[in-house]
């Protein structure tokens, strides 16, 4: 029966229909134009513990201050981080950043191979895997950038870490903005910068490299040979790593601009030379928000819950010792430290990867030694750093002086035992002993001999020494607290790092 009332209902029906579709288009349009109007940065990490943690944090800050993000990681290290924590079964198995987003960051997640399958023993078989990285990963990054700039809203710049070879190869084939992310201080930066000059000098390359200090590098004082990397500090410059060195710092001079995980007041001069030639923007320290444990999980190995141990300590009264997610450490000089924390008789945690003498070394301490240390000290294989290192029992931290973990000892205001091993180890451990004050240096000779731990150790712990530490670490810690703070001078950077991307951004795309 025809029914006009019926009829005018369906055809307002049909017209709110065609203005909801309408206006649904035009939500998705403005959202996709939003998105076209972001800056989508592919990031990736360089695949060792030690790079991935300031990445992944990295990512997080940026995607807060409005970036689209697609995080990388290698399947390897995608693997290790999702079997560490095996305990979870759920959707963070697949994608490390489900918690990020849930808070409403912009985050999406991908792995690429490195070129070996997932079996490969990488830290025993370290200088092949090093020439997969130097050689066969950037096809795998290439065929991977390929599609994401061909996807929706596409990738406009790459953010990577300073150590992978290829990046101004790919950002010249995709028309990127070209971000180097540097994970350790300026002054290693700069002495790598400089290599050529260390070479003229003699210092570096030379069957019989000088032994005086080295006082013409732009923004360096003066510092000795053996505060160099070790690197720089090798008779044979031919290895693997160093023909990556090489690569890298032809790269990262091409680079647009060169984020920095420091502190501008913390190496000034440094950063100001270093800025005369490349935008160079010190945001550090890049920590996740509030220095509590991160949403996102980056440890490779599972860790184990030491509060209940602590809890039952007194107030600073425990040195946590921790050699890293990477060096090794010869038999004979964990050996003289076992031996030497008997002798301080200080309560103690020591972190002790499994591999820290080598993957085909089972047991690394003395024989008796484990069961010795009963209710004095705690070894366990892994843990999270930041849990351990902001606990009120902890009063030093004997470390290998990895440049993340004296980030946050500083932010807890804890003093440095310091025992370099490798790489940027021994320029850092300058910086914190001979810089800034808060350290004691463990390490006068090849080897260790357990009086001098002993010795250390207390000085480190207890009595006037330790208050004087106590004191010049906390001051350093007030400069991070400023830089970070609204007017500070890494918030400031990163702003003016981000307004600077958006000009590159949009005029990459004219």
């Known amino acids: 029966m025809y029914n006009p009332q019926l009829i005018l209902h369906f055809s307002a029906l049909h017209h709110l229909h065609i203005l909801s579709v309408c206006l649904s288009l035009s939500t998705e349009r403005q959202k996709m134009e939003n998105n076209h109007q972001k800056p989508h940065a592919l990031m990736m990490a360089y695949p060792l513990q030690g790079h991935v943690i300031p990445s992944v944090h990295l990512a997080m800050k940026l995607a807060s201050k409005g970036f689209i993000i697609t995080f990388v990681n290698t399947q390897f290290v995608h693997h290790q981080i999702t079997k560490s924590h095996h305990h979870n079964h759920g959707p963070e198995a697949e994608d490390i950043f489900v918690g990020a987003r849930k808070s409403g960051l912009d985050i999406r997640y991908t792995t690429v191979s490195d070129g070996f399958p997932l079996g490969f023993d990488r830290s025993l078989h370290h200088d092949q895997f090093m020439e997969g990285l130097l050689h066969v990963m950037s096809a795998h990054v290439d065929e991977l950038v390929g599609k994401l700039v061909a996807s929706e809203p596409p990738v406009n710049c790459l953010i990577v870490d300073t150590f992978f070879v290829w990046s101004s190869m790919i950002c010249d084939k995709y028309n990127l903005v070209n971000i180097s992310f540097w994970t350790e201080p300026a002054l290693v930066l700069t002495l790598y910068y400089h290599l050529d000059l260390l070479r003229i000098n003699g210092h570096f390359g030379a069957p019989d490299n000088r032994e005086d200090a080295i006082n013409y590098v732009p923004g360096v004082r003066s510092i000795q040979r053996k505060d160099l990397a070790s690197y720089l500090q090798a008779n044979d410059s031919s290895t693997v790593v160093h ?51 991160s949403p996102v999980a980056t440890s490779l190995w599972s860790e184990s819950d030491c509060n209940k141990w602590l809890n039952a300590k007194p107030n600073r009264s425990v040195l946590y010792i921790s050699f890293g997610s990477y060096a090794h450490a010869s038999k004979q000089d964990i050996w003289e430290i ?52 902001s606990h009120s029992s902890i009063g030093g931290f004997l470390t290998h002086c990895g440049w993340n973990s004296i980030l946050e000892s ?14 940027d180890q021994f320029t850092n451990r300058k910086l914190v002993v001979d810089d800034w004050g808060f350290g004691v240096n463990l390490r006068d000779e ?32 007030t400069a991070l607290d400023n830089a970070l703070g609204p007017s500070g001078s890494s918030e ?19």
């Open 243 to 293: 023909r990556i060195i090489y690569k890298a710092f032809e790269q990262v001079k091409k680079a647009d601009v060169i984020i920095c995980n420091t502190v501008q007041e913390l190496e000034p001069d440094t950063l100001s030379a270093l800025q005369k030639k490349q935008p160079v923007y010190a945001i550090g320290p890049i920590f996740p928000t509030g220095f509590a444990k």
């Open 338 to 389: 076992a031996y030497g924390l008997l002798l301080s008789e200080v309560s103690f945690i020591w972190v002790l990867r499994p591999d820290i003498v080598s993957s085909d070394e089972s047991e690394p301490l003395p024989p008796g030694f484990r069961d010795q240390i009963k209710g004095k000290g705690l070894v366990v294989p892994w843990c999270c750093q930041i849990e351990v290192l």
């Open 410 to 423: 500083i932010w807890c205001c804890i003093p440095m035992l310091c025992f370099p091993l490798l790489t």
């Open 446 to 477: 090849e080897s260790v001999a357990r009086e001098e731990v002993a010795r250390k150790i207390r000085r480190l712990m207890t009595g006037g020494s330790a208050d004087e530490l106590r004191k010049k670490v906390t001051e350093v810690r």
């Open 492 to 510: 400031k950077n990163l702003n003016d790092l981000i307004d600077d991307l958006k000009v590159k951004i949009a005029s990459n795309k004219q």
